[in-house]
Structures are given as structure tokens and as C-alpha cells.
């Protein structure tokens, strides 16, 4: 999924190194025996951030959240990031006091190399939770990745914070207007684990556009909500989930310092086609993914309502091993529709789609629809299925991916 180039991004400078995490997380996970990640791939990315650059970010809502999301999150508050430090291998999530000291301690090792606060360092994890980070094989790696650091090193990154993900995921987006250009770049990794209700497993994003923290906020919370939040895999919200936007101020277009302008509106546009690229990128990639599921519900009385439909359907394993089978069982979708819990559904005025072949209407198998109508657009790659709710005026799009046998394998043997 990485066919097309990354454009480096001026006052951004990546460097990776192989830390061998994953040969102290205390087992042997199917990311390296199924996917041929094996421990001798890079699995540290250090990316350092020009000074006065602005960052920001969002995080995962799990209750349970990683040592390096609450660490991240502090120093974040603290001061302007000079640095991130993102590791693959080892989450450390579910470790306690001594998971957040040891986060503060990679952060620290870090300031300490390249003469910087250490709340100048974001961390990031993702990996097996449950293990202590080691720590002692961070030193060496941030060396490495400092000595490393170019500007031409998001691929490299992109390959480096994968787990299960069987390919790299990145995309970037040049924007020429008449009062300038702009550029923004974002890798991601993800592949299980995936219902991110705030971004995904982990992403990293960047423009050389000028554009306060304030803003820039605005800007990703709007793009997440239309992109990475409206994803799922398998329904599972990560310990560890995180995506920052980073705007270094580079670029040769205006400074945007207000929504209500046509440079805010086209940042706005082109950050939403990055992160819905890396979204569908993630679901593309799903653990054991055989197929692209595009879930379109309109006609709702509210957004949340139709959000409540959309995701009710992508997270039925009845209907995900449906398309997995290519099976037009088109009853699976409409009890999911059913149970979604929507008052005073008036069934006669639902209809359902699979891609142009209406398969229900009036709250009933449609009358010119035909099993091998169905069975025709099963064996796409790519379906789209719509629901017509014929209430109101509202919609939402999500994506997910079927379910198949290989997903059950790999996190079956996740751990051994």
C-alpha cells in the first residue's frame, strides 16, 4: 500500500533502528512467525520536529490506557514537541507504575542524546500488552536512530511500527493553489485490534503548513472523525491508540489563522483525504481481510442515530462471514438493522442495497431482487452495501472488512 511515493516534509527528520524489542516481550507472537516480521526488522522510529513547529493530537478513550498515552498526553500539555519516540514489539499497556516510569525513561534517554527537555518527547507504543518495556534496548536504538535522522525516512517508519500489518501504509497529498503550496504526509499502522472511537492503532501525519495549535486541533479532530472513527476491524478499541498532526510552518501558502477562509477550507479538504486514505489503508490490511466493506446509512433522523445502524452491521459476524463466503444472505443485514435499537422504526419505509441491487424494500425482500443479483456483487472485492432509513435527512459512511478464518488463526496465536 505503499505504491506511491512519500514526500518528505521540511522541518521533519525520521530515523528508524532495530532495537530487537520483540525479543524481550516474553513470547513469541504470530507477528513474527505469520507475517515474516521477523526480529531482525527495524522496530524504533525517532522523528524529529523543527523548532516552532505546532503538534497535536488524539488519543485513545480505552479506560485501560497505555503508560506511553498518559506520558504523551502530559508532555504534550507541558510543551512543543521536539521529538517522538515510537517503538513496535511491546505496548506497554497494562504495566502499571513502572510501565509510566519507564516510558518517562525512553523520553529521558532521548532529551539526554540530543540536549532537549524530556517533555519534549512524545512516546509511542504498540505491540503485545502486558510486558515491561526493555528499556536497556532503547538506548542503543535511539543512538542508531539519531545518527540516521533524514527527511526521506517515512518509509522506513511506515515499516517500522508495524505488528500484524502484512504491508506499510502511507500516503501524501501536494496542494498547488494560486497564493501557494502545501504538503502533507502520514503514515499508520493497524490491522487488528481496530474500532479506534478517536484515531487508529497509530498514526503520524505532517504539513509544512502554518497553522496554529488551536486550529490545527480543530483540523484533526474534524478529519479523525470523518476518517479513522469510522473504521472497525473487529470492534476492539486498542489500549494504545494514538494520531498526531504535525504543522512545521515550512510551505510557501498563508498562514491560516482562521476556519472561515478558503486556505482553512482546502488544509481542511486535503488533511480528510490523507486520513480516510491511511482509514481505508487499515481496513484494506485487516487481520485476515479478503474484502473492503463500505456501510452507507442515509435517511436518518440524527447522525448518531445512523452511526448506531452503520456500526451495528460492520460489527455482526454473521454478516462479516457473510461477504467473507460471498454469500448474499441479505437477512443478516436486516436483523442487524433491526437490532440497532432505533425507536419507532418504520420497517415498510427501509430499504437496503448491495452495491445497485436493491435487495430489500418495504421491509421485505425486494420484488425484482434475485439470488444471483446477489451473488454477483458478493464476489467483488469491494461492496458497497446502503440503507435507506426513510426517516429523515442525516448519513454516515463507515468501512470494515469481512472475517475470515485467518483472523481467528492469528489471534488465536497471537501469544504463542
Known sequence: MLSEPLIAIRGIRIGTS???IR?????????????????????????EITEGANTAAVFTRNAFCAAPVHVARQHLDTTSPRFLLINSGNANAGTGDQGLADAITC?????????????????????VIGELLPVERFHTGITE??????????????????????????????VETADGSFTITGIVKGS??????????????????????????????????????????????STNDACVLIATGTATFPTIDRIETKEYERFQQSLTEVCKALAKAVILDGEGATKLITV??????????????????????????????????WGRILAAVGRAGLTELDITKVQIF?????????????????EEQGQRVMQAPEITVRI???????????????LSYEYVRINAEYRT
Request: include cysteine; proline fraction near 4%.
Open 192 to 237: 487488528g485490534m481496530i474500532r479506534p472511537d478517536m484515531a487508529t492503532m497509530l498514526a503520524f501525519v505532517a504539513t509544512d503548513a502554518s497553522i496554529p495549535s488551536s486550529l490545527l486541533r480543530h483540523a484533526l479532530t474534524d478529519a479523525v472523525d470523518q476518517s479513522f472513527n469510522r473504521i472497525t476491524v473487529d470492534g476492539d478499541t
Open 107 to 127: 523520553c529521558e534517554a532521548v532529551a539526554q542524546h540530543v540536549h532537549c527537555q524530556s517533555e519534549a518527547v512524545l512516546p509511542f507504543s504498540t505491540g
Open 145 to 174: 536512530g539519531h545518527a540516521n535522522l533524514s527527511p526521506d525516512g517515512w518509509k522506513r517508519a511506515a515499516k517500522a511500527i508495524m505488528t500484524t500489518d502484512t504491508v506499510p501504509k502511507g500516503t501524501s497529498r501536494h
Open 354 to 370: 448491495l452495491d445497485d441491487v436493491c435487495i430489500v424494500d418495504a421491509g421485505m425482500r425486494a420484488k425484482t431482487y434475485t
Open 23 to 47: 525479543q524481550y516481550t516474553g513470547t513469541t507472537s504470530s507477528e513474527q512467525k505469520d507475517t515474516g516480521k521477523k526480529n531482525d526488522r527495524e522496530d524504533l522510529v525517532l522523528m
Open 296 to 329: 452507507e446509512v442515509q435517511g436518518g433522523k440524527t447522525h448518531q442515530e445512523c452511526q448506531q445502524v452503520a456500526f451495528t452491521v460492520t460489527h455482526s459476524p454473521l454478516v462479516k462471514t457473510a461477504f467473507f463466503a460471498s454469500d448474499p444472505n
Open 18 to 20: 532495530q532495537a530487537k
Open 388 to 402: 435507506e432509513l426513510g426517516r429523515g435527512s442525516e448519513n454516515t459512511t463507515v468501512w470494515t472488512c469481512d
